[in-house]
């Protein structure tokens, strides 16, 4: 019987651990830190053997195959040494993705990935039995233990891309790439985006990477490497004989000759970035045989992602807008860029290692006030302090609001889009986004 060690208890390793047993591995889950407490009971109704708050070495090196978290980096001494000592470690979805004959779908990308991710599913559900997992509600592991449909649309990110050795979708996404979670790259932005593009690694002419041909980085990356997998680029400046471009207002989208148009002003998502989400997700949509009529339809009742650009409340005439989501610089200049009014920019939190600079044009046409939120800020004080009148710092969401509150006027927004990761203060950025949500409600 072959052995299948998991590092980490957490949605995607429990997944992983009820597929295996489900499969006839001896299975053992094993996590540093604690395990939920829904998990334990979904391991120990199972029978399957599982440890907290430590890694017992003898339980672990004697595995097959070990299954590791997407939160644990490679460079651990526990993987490096299960390296050296030749067992594959792999993640969630390359151990899936083997007992499954579904269509997959696989979506990645530095922004906008939840927001295709959602939107594809949307697009397809209605006429397909269609699955969606990655990043997002279940497990991909546990829906093909327990349910396995049809087709999958699954959110990568390039953590567990970086965990493939044969994962192969028949349809990629590539949304864009900025500088992410480089503290997991040794700082260099080549090594993430060679990590992104391991989505498209084991694709053949008959599968198709969909990408954002208006960036820079992706077309440099196309360039100079060999990419099998048949390419349909999309694009708001290029005007395109095969792939999907804006046409004055709008959307065409063009595959073998056939042609799909659709208004701008139909879509249910506001914003340029939106406008590209929505290329995207049409394009796997038309790839997989969905009807015209269901996509428009599909695109204009679309009711969007929470914690991302999410109108909460209008308070005196103010309009408070959660965009937690934004981890990085890249997703904060989208939702600056969308902003129509004089905004209170909420920012700050576990910085990843970024470069504001880029949003200093933005912040000056837009942003009266920034209101720091983050156990450290000199960063963002250092870059912005000479260009908006009011930088003040909050140390918690609940002063944060307050202060944006006072802060603001009639007609200006209140925008919290953090640009970092949430982990000095929050739980993660949806705690982050419910605590903002709160906060203004009790106003």
């Not at 954002?212 to 060999?226: F, G, P, Q």
């Not at 879509?267 to 015209?292: D, F, Q, Y």
Request: with cysteine; proline share 2%; charged share 25%.
């Amino acid at each position: 019987m072959n052995r299948l060690v998991v590092l980490g208890g957490g949605e995607s390793g429990v997944g992983a651990a009820l597929l295996a047993k489900q499969k006839g591995y001896e299975v053992f889950v094993s996590d540093k830190g604690t395990v939920n407490k829904k998990y334990k009971q979904v391991l120990v109704d199972n029978a399957i053997e599982w440890e907290e708050l430590q890694h017992t070495e003898a339980k672990i090196f004697n595995a097959d195959v070990v299954v590791k978290s997407p939160g644990i980096p490679d460079t651990v001494p526990l993987v490096q040494e299960l390296l050296k000592k030749g067992i594959p470690v792999i993640s969630e979805i390359e151990f899936a993705a083997q007992y499954t004959n579904a269509t997959l779908v696989g979506i990645t990308g530095s922004n906008g990935k939840t927001t295709t991710t959602l939107l594809t599913h949307h697009l397809l559900k209605d006429e397909l039995n269609v699955g969606i997992a990655g990043n997002i509600g279940d497990s991909f592991a546990k829906q093909v233990a327990e349910k396995d449909y049809d087709n999958y649309v699954l959110e990568l990110s390039s953590f567990q891309l970086d965990g493939i050795d044969s994962f192969k979708p028949h349809i990629a996404v590539i949304t864009n790439l900025s500088e992410d979670h480089l503290d997991r790259y040794e700082y260099n932005y080549d090594n993430y985006i060679a990590s992104k593009f391991r989505i498209t690694k084991n694709q053949t002419a008959d599968d198709y990477l969909i990408y954002d041909a208006d960036d820079i980085e992706i077309e440099k990356y196309l360039m100079s490497h060999d990419i099998a997998a048949t390419l349909i680029p999309f694009s708001l400046h290029k005007k395109l004989k095969e792939g999907v471009y804006l046409d004055n207002k709008d959307i065409k989208l063009t595959i073998k000759e056939e042609t799909l148009t659709m208004p701008v002003k139909d879509l249910a998502l506001e914003g340029k970035h939106n406008i590209k989400n929505a290329m995207a997700s049409a394009t796997v949509a038309n790839l997989l045989k969905i009807r015209k009529a269901t996509i428009r339809e599909s695109l204009s009742n679309f009711q969007g992602v929470e914690h991302r650009l999410e109108h909460v409340l209008k308070i005196q005439n103010v309009q408070y807008i959660n965009d937690s989501k934004a981890t990085n610089v890249n997703a904060v200049y989208y939702a600056l860029d969308s902003m129509q009014a004089p905004t209170v920019w909420i920012v700050g939190g576990v910085d990843k290692g970024n470069d504001y600079a880029d949003l200093l044009s933005l912040v000056n046409e837009k942003v009266k006030a920034i209101i720091c939120l983050g156990s450290d800020n000199n960063k963002i004080k250092a870059v912005f302090q000479n260009t908006v009148e009011t930088l003040v710092e909050a140390r918690s969401m609940t002063e944060a609001v307050h202060m944006a509150y006072r802060l603001s006027e009639k007609g200006d927004n209140v925008l919290l889009s953090p640009a970092c990761a949430s982990f000095d203060l929050f739980e993660n950025y949806e705690d982050r986004g419910h605590q903002f949500k709160e906060a203004i409600r009790k106003l």
